[in-house]
């Protein structure tokens, strides 16, 4: 996680936006660690033992669910 996620667990501000059906979620963090920012996307949940960032913005996550002709894949 390069310093941008707490090595937690869990911890009440993460906010889960979607779940992952695995016991995994995506969520927003609102609890950054010292070279993360607030609102970063990660992922967490029973398969993992800490968050693991998945962008560093929203709008950097959504581009990346995009293909070339701006659909989601």
Do not use: C, H
């Amino acid at each position: 996680n390069e310093g941008k996620t707490l090595l937690m667990y869990t911890t009440p501000y993460w906010i889960p936006f979607f779940d992952l059906q695995n016991g995994n979620f995506l969520a927003f963090d609102f609890a950054p660690d010292t070279k993360g920012s607030a609102g970063q996307i990660i992922r967490f949940g029973a398969d993992q033992e800490i968050g693991y960032i998945q962008a560093d913005r929203l709008d950097l996550f959504l581009e990346s669910l995009m293909d070339v002709d701006g659909d989601i894949q």
